[in-house]
């Protein structure tokens, strides 16, 4: 049984890419589990400008607050960046492109724009424990009155 078997950084790797094409394919992983199956009864996710969603339903709740906010999404697998701790903590930074409410956004287009995150998980018995996001909430760039700087023409 997979839950009793320990797991390697290949093993953690795996399901965080499960996660990342579950969040691509509105929420479906490859082999069809639905995305919050890939995360403990118990798990947090922080999202910024959210805050901290514990255990399934907040998650739901997250995810569903964001999806609202997203037209679509797409990680840049090929270009992520992984940091594996030697213990259940594994940290992946990468680039992501697509389409919110408020207008479409491409990491490095301009280079200041959002796409550019950093993800830290805590992966044991094959399922997400902990994933806190780091990233620019602001898909859009207009947040200008507050970083007027983003106005100026590129």
């Given at each position: 049984?997979?839950?009793?078997?320990t797991?390697?950084?290949?093993?953690?790797?795996?399901v965080?890419?499960d996660?990342?094409?579950?969040f691509?394919?509105?929420?479906?992983?490859?082999?069809?589990?639905?995305i919050?199956?890939?995360?403990s009864?118990?798990?947090?996710?922080?999202?910024p400008?959210?805050g901290?969603a514990t255990?399934?339903?907040?998650i739901?709740?997250?995810f569903?607050?964001?999806?609202?906010?997203?037209?679509?999404?797409t990680?840049?697998?090929a270009?992520?960046?992984?940091?594996?701790?030697?213990t259940?903590?594994?940290?992946?930074?990468g680039?992501s492109?697509?389409?919110h409410?408020?207008?479409a956004w491409?990491?490095?287009?301009?280079?200041?724009?959002?796409?550019?995150?950093?993800?830290?998980f805590?992966?044991?018995?094959?399922?997400i424990?902990?994933?806190?996001?780091?990233l620019?909430?602001d898909?859009?760039?207009?947040?200008c009155?507050?970083?007027p700087?983003?106005?100026?023409?590129?």
């Amino acid at each position: 049984m997979l839950s009793n078997m320990t797991m390697s950084d290949e093993h953690r790797k795996s399901v965080i890419l499960d996660y990342f094409r579950a969040f691509d394919n509105g929420g479906v992983a490859p082999d069809g589990r639905h995305i919050l199956e890939l995360f403990s009864e118990d798990a947090q996710v922080y999202f910024p400008k959210w805050g901290i969603a514990t255990g399934r339903t907040q998650i739901a709740e997250l995810f569903a607050d964001l999806s609202a906010r997203l037209i679509s999404i797409t990680h840049d697998y090929a270009h992520f960046n992984w940091v594996f701790s030697g213990t259940d903590v594994v940290v992946c930074e990468g680039t992501s492109h697509g389409e919110h409410v408020d207008g479409a956004w491409c990491a490095g287009n301009p280079d200041w724009a959002a796409g550019y995150w950093c993800d830290v998980f805590e992966v044991r018995d094959w399922k997400i424990h902990r994933c806190f996001i780091y990233l620019d909430p602001d898909y859009a760039g207009q947040d200008c009155l507050r970083y007027p700087w983003l106005a100026k023409p590129i």
